[in-house]
């Protein structure tokens, strides 16, 4: 007799709003061999999945925050701006998850006993994380910077805490920490500790191209996590092509994280902003079908 074979279905457990469009979410599998309890085994600091809220929503990619293979979880933080995210943030606890793969990309290079600088932008605070637990527990000496527009935006400042032997805050409007972007934090830091052996930045394209440029002219790599449009997040359609060093990569097998010295930043610019007007009206759409919906 064949074995039945069980039917293995990821759900929501909880879903929290912890800043303004910031959702904080746990999906787990119903059984062992369900995506969420194997991406929770086997995924890496730097790693990430691709997701869809919805049978209407885009397949997305999104950095994994945290996993916890006895639980059988993935934790995934993300920020509305788009149609796909909006459909994910409208999922609740026990709602199911349609397509969740992974873990994809190469793990970040973990390094050992050494000075690290850590540096999170937005809602890039969450995809530093576990990079920053990581070095932390092999035993480098962690200095975390951490910036958003405003207060509120500020996310994940506890868990960092505990994860960092350095931490500096700051924020564009000056509501909390110093007031100022990361890259000035950057330089005080430099000149009062001086350079860090390696360092990780990961937030908006702008901020990880203006770190780039510092930590080249101070010389030490900058691992930078690159976001270009993805779509199968597998190394088939192309879609993710970044410059590095004057060589093509494709962002989800080679990457995500590169070394921003050598990455060409313009270049990623301009195809980040490809699809920038068809996805605007989608969102609109979607917002305005939301709002005939609950009438
Ligand atoms: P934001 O625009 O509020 O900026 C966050 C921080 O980045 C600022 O507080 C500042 O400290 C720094 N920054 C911004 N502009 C800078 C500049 N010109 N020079 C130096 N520092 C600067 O960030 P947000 O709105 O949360 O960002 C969202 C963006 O981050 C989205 O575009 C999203 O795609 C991207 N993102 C990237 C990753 C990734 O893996 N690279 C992960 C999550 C989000
Ligand atoms: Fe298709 Fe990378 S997302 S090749």
Redesign the pocket.
Known sequence: MTPAIEPTQESVFTIREIAPKIFDMTIVSSTEEGSAALISKHAKAGQFVMIRGGEEAERIPL?IAQTEPEKRAVRLIF?V?GTSTHKLSLLKPGDPVLNLAGPLGKPSEIVEGKKVLVIG????IA?ILPIARELYHAGNEVTVVL???TTA?LILKDEFAQISHHLTL???DGSEGHKG???DAIKDLVAYRGVYDVGWA???????K?CSEIAKQLDFPLWT???PIMVDGTGMCGGCRVLVGDEVFFACVDG?EFDGRLVDWDNLMLRQKQFKNEEADSYHHCRLEDQLNSR
């Open positions: 950095t920020q701006a932008g937005g809602v890039g995809a910036g958003a527009r935006l700051c924020t564009d972007f990361v890259t990961v937030g908006p394209t702008i901020m990880m203006m996590s690159l976001n995500p």
